[in-house]
């Protein structure tokens, strides 16, 4: 019996730095954890978190203003970090922007990430003279809270989990944007696009043009504009 060679990866794992979380006592979200580290692959980490609280009514604005509003974002870039940092730097500014907000939230989300895929796509990923000059993207889970309720958006396989009965149950909230999704894979097929598997084992599944492995993100030009 020889001996068989195991991959370093197969022998290493992720380092996990100690999560850094925080208390506020006067917010009524009580306490928030971060937690992120770069994963075995890759020797830099392109995920972004945003944590905006106590979002207070401008000082020109009339009208009706959500109490206790805080926004929650996790960004999971991919092929670089200019897209996720973006979405860091920005969501929360598009949203409350959005002529839709606050009276419609759910609208108003939907138009805040409109907004960041063009022009993230027009004035960082496209340069002037139409070439590609950044092929980052990047999946996006947002929560805001607002008054007394919860409003959870997602694009591509970032998840938000729920947890009860102190952890004794755990609640999956989102559902994943993959291209092995049936609706997915019929809404890829109608806008000419292709879903295939990358091995026998039913596994993994890409999309063409761009081989990602999501069926929904925020920016990835190379995937979504002609060149």
């Known amino acids: 019996f020889g001996l068989k060679l195991i991959s370093p990866l197969l022998m290493s794992y992720p380092k996990y730095k100690k999560p850094s979380y925080s208390s506020s006592p006067k917010s009524p979200i009580r306490m928030y954890g971060v937690n992120s580290y770069k994963g075995l692959v890759k020797n830099y980490n392109e ?5 905006v609280l106590n979002i207070k009514k401008p000082k020109d604005y009339e009208g009706y203003w959500p109490k206790n509003l805080s926004i929650f974002g996790v960004f999971d870039g991919h092929s670089g970090n200019a897209c996720s940092n973006f979405l860091r730097d920005n969501f929360h500014i598009y949203l409350l922007k959005s002529q839709m ?5 759910e609208g108003a989300l ?10 993230f796509l027009s004035n960082v ?5 139409n070439t590609l000059n950044d092929k980052s993207g990047s999946c996006a889970l947002v929560t805001v809270f ?4 919860l409003y959870i958006a997602n694009i591509g396989d ?3 989990i729920m947890s009860s009965y102190y952890g004794k149950e755990v609640t999956q909230i989102t559902k994943d944007h993959k291209p092995e999704v049936k609706s997915e894979k019929k ?11 990358v091995n026998s084992f039913n596994i993994l599944y ?13 920016g990835d030009a190379g995937s979504k504009v002609p060149f």
């Open 47 to 51: 995920d972004r978190v945003s944590i």
């Open 101 to 105: 907000f606050p009276k419609d939230i």
């Open 110 to 119: 939907h138009d805040a990430f409109t907004r960041l895929e063009n022009d």
């Open 125 to 129: 990923a496209i340069a002037k003279d």
């Open 146 to 149: 607002a008054d007394k309720n």
């Open 158 to 160: 970032s998840r938000a």
């Open 187 to 197: 809404r890829i097929k109608e806008n000419e696009g292709v879903v295939y598997k």
């Open 206 to 218: 890409r999309i063409l043009p761009g081989n990602l492995s999501v069926s929904r993100t925020i």
